[in-house]
């Protein structure tokens, strides 16, 4: 395993990372970091958890500390655009975290907020601008900013961005953009007809992947309990009261009323819940995020927009309270728990109508739940069934029924592993 300072990396970044106690990079790390400060462009497909956020954020650092001089007015040197708010404001923490001992400028465009005070700091310009696709177009037009001297471009959870409608959008983002750019789309999942879109935006780039497209986290304890849809939220409810393992959780439904309805149901049960979701002000949403994270609220109740934006520690259990509509956002949803190699508990709650979305969900991941009526599934070929060569050489409880995945502890926490090696995030 190579170190940080193997990589070639600014020595202001290395001790950054030192700072934070960051030694060793992540798989996704040790392949994505070399390959963007040799200039390719980079399609990478890594779990949640593994690190994707650093492993381009140290390149574009590395890249302004070499570059050197200040951004021209209403430009913005590097763009990283991003499928949620929550993981905009995450991605900007983490640029700051590790550019600690650089003068770098970093500024945050998003929607949900007042346009005014990103204006103004899009007219001193920005070394790296982390954006969201709409509200980036809105500065965009109205002249607020332009691209025509940004270097580097990052579409993070790729599939996302062009999976939920974003495709015209990023179209004319792009376009914007210097041609002899460098591109890296980066993410959990890149089914193959988002491979097709990606393609259109990258130029040879090289394919790293760390493990096999849509595939689970090992650690991570999977469970689908058969409930009638009239008894969810009794059938939920029990299970975060009855189990003293359920530390801090986050439970998903598929619509912002539903995340509402299910919200108000534990809150009656005494329990510390709070929803987020699109209807909620970005200042909302971001409030209830910090109390989550400061235990001051035990249960987030969550529409999938904050299945791509929420990095916390310690989360120790997942509900689906309803299966998403598309299967890789199984793997993206379970991905909020066990991460930075801790193990956790994903618990699924399966209506009879929601059958067909648990057989997609057990086809994605190779695995079967063994509930009654259930096909075994057929293991999906690798890295969504085509594309390249991974390395390209020049560039408890009854009623459940689990795959046997993470273990639990000796306390019947589900949550062993909370020490050893601190990965770069």
Not at 20 to 46: C, F, N, S
Request: proline share 7%; aromatic share 4%.
């Amino acid at each position: 395993m190579k170190q940080f300072n193997e990589l070639g990396l600014a020595e202001p970044i290395l001790r950054a990372l030192t700072d934070q106690k960051y030694t060793e990079p992540t798989p996704i790390q040790t392949q994505v970091i070399p390959a963007m400060l040799d200039g390719h462009d980079i399609v990478g497909i890594a779990q949640t958890g593994t690190g994707k956020t650093a492993a381009f954020v140290l390149p574009i650092l590395n890249y302004l500390a070499q570059e050197g001089g200040r951004p021209a007015p209403k430009t913005c040197r590097s763009l990283i655009v991003a499928p949620t708010r929550e993981l905009a404001v995450q991605i900007a923490d983490n640029v700051r975290k590790y550019s600690k001992h650089m003068r770098i400028s970093c500024t945050v465009v998003m929607g949900g907020v007042k346009p005014g005070p990103q204006i103004k700091g899009l007219s001193r310009g920005v070394d790296i601008l982390v954006a969201t696709p709409g509200r980036l177009l809105d500065h965009m037009s109205t002249g607020a900013l332009n691209l025509s001297s940004t270097g580097i471009v990052i579409l993070d959870e790729a599939d996302q961005m062009l999976d939920m409608g974003f495709i015209p959008a990023i179209r004319k983002i792009m376009a914007k953009v210097p041609k002899d750019r460098q591109t890296a789309l980066l993410s959990a999942t890149m089914p193959k007809p988002i491979r097709a879109l990606a393609a259109d935006f990258l130029t040879d780039p090289v394919e790293i992947s760390v493990a096999p497209t849509a595939t689970p986290i090992e650690l991570i304890e999977q469970k689908v309990m058969a409930v009638a849809m009239a008894d969810k939220r009794h059938v939920l409810t029990k299970l975060i009261v009855e189990d003293d393992s359920v530390d801090r959780a986050i439970v998903f439904t598929r619509t912002k009323h539903g995340a509402d309805r299910v919200t108000k149901h534990l809150v009656q049960a005494g329990l510390k819940a709070e929803a987020i979701h699109g209807n909620k002000s970005q200042n909302q949403r971001q409030r209830t995020l910090n109390g989550f994270k400061e235990g001051k609220v035990q249960i987030l109740v969550a529409t999938d927009v904050a299945a791509r934006g929420i990095d916390i520690p310690d989360v120790s259990h997942v509900f689906n309270f309803e299966l998403p509509n598309v299967p890789e956002s199984y793997v993206h949803r379970i991905g909020r728990t066990a991460r930075a190699g801790k193990s956790g508990v994903a618990i699924s709650l399966c209506a009879p109508d929601e059958k067909p979305l648990l057989r997609d969900i057990e086809r994605t991941i190779g695995k079967s739940f063994g509930l009654p009526g259930m096909d075994a599934p057929r293991q999906r070929k690798p890295n969504g069934g085509g594309g390249r060569p991974q390395n390209k050489p020049h560039r408890g409880k009854p009623g459940f029924k689990g795959n046997g995945g993470g273990k639990r502890s000796s306390e019947g926490s589900g949550r062993s592993g909370r020490g050893g090696q601190r990965r770069a995030a």
